[in-house]
Structures are given as structure tokens and as C-alpha cells.
């Protein structure tokens, strides 16, 4: 008598494991987010590699960008010049928002690629202000 019961029960487990894969599997994968993810510095070379997410010509992409520090600069001071210079945090996820407002509480954020070979990145405001110059050394879309 209890043999058929466990049976029934394995068959139902069973069956909704499977039920739940196949949900599982046909759900649409959530798009990343864009932005600018910084996801590498070596000290040795002064390169970062920064990982842009974004939607370019109305088709999402995913490019590496490998950079190095042209030149660090806060507020009034003088700029600092040099590989080393610039001060960007790995892991991070970068999101412009000087075109779509910043929330309450947020610092402002603007990054702009400048050219085929310069990324401009500008935090802050006022005497808080910090913008840092990177060369492009290479840029490349990922595949899907």
C-alpha cells in the first residue's frame, strides 16, 4: 500500500521539476544593464578595461574598452598627467546621468566618448568636481 503512494509522489515531484524547468527555460533573459563596468586595472601597465554596455544604432551591444589615464583633474587644481594618475573603481557599474537627471542624493555622472580614441569620465560638481581624460588603446564589440 505505501509503495504506490511514494510512486505517485516521486511521479509528481517528478513532473513538476520538470514543469518549472521548462519555465525556467523560456523566461527572457533580462538585457544588462548599460552603463560602463570597470572590470580590470593592472598598475603595472596603467590599463583599465571597462566593459560598455549600451544600445547603439538601436541595437544593443557590449564592447571591451582598454584605456589609459591621460590626465586626472579636480575642480580648480591643476590636472594631474599620466597613466597612473586617474582613479576609477574596479567592479563598479558606471551609469551616466547628466541627460536624465540625477536621482536626490546621487552625484552626478557623465561619460563622454569623445572621439574614436578619448572617454572623458566627470563625477561631481562644483569644488567636488573630478574629471579624469582616458586614451582608448583599443575598442571591440563582444560577441552575444
Not at 538585457?31 to 590599463?47: A, L, W
Not at 579636480?74 to 536624465?100: F, I, K, T, Y
Request: proline residues 6%; aromatic residues 10%; contains cysteine.
Amino acid at each position: 500500500m505505501r509503495r504506490p503512494i511514494l510512486l505517485c509522489a516521486f511521479r509528481s515531484a517528478l513532473a513538476a521539476l520538470f514543469i518549472a524547468s521548462l519555465w525556467g527555460c523560456s523566461r527572457e533573459a533580462k538585457p544588462e544593464s548599460e552603463g560602463y563596468r570597470v572590470v580590470s586595472y593592472d598598475s603595472t601597465t596603467g590599463k583599465w578595461v571597462i566593459i560598455r554596455t549600451g544600445t547603439f544604432d538601436g541595437k544593443f551591444l557590449k564592447k571591451r574598452m582598454t584605456i589609459t589615464c591621460d590626465f586626472y583633474k579636480w575642480a580648480d587644481h591643476e590636472p594631474v598627467e599620466g597613466p597612473r594618475a586617474c582613479s576609477l573603481q574596479v567592479g563598479r557599474l558606471m551609469v551616466p546621468n547628466s541627460l536624465s537627471g540625477k536621482a536626490k542624493g546621487q552625484a552626478f555622472l557623465d561619460i563622454w566618448e569623445m572621439s574614436p580614441d578619448r572617454l572623458v569620465v566627470t563625477e561631481g560638481e562644483g569644488p567636488d568636481m573630478v574629471s579624469q581624460q582616458f586614451v582608448v588603446l583599443k575598442n571591440e564589440v563582444l560577441p552575444d
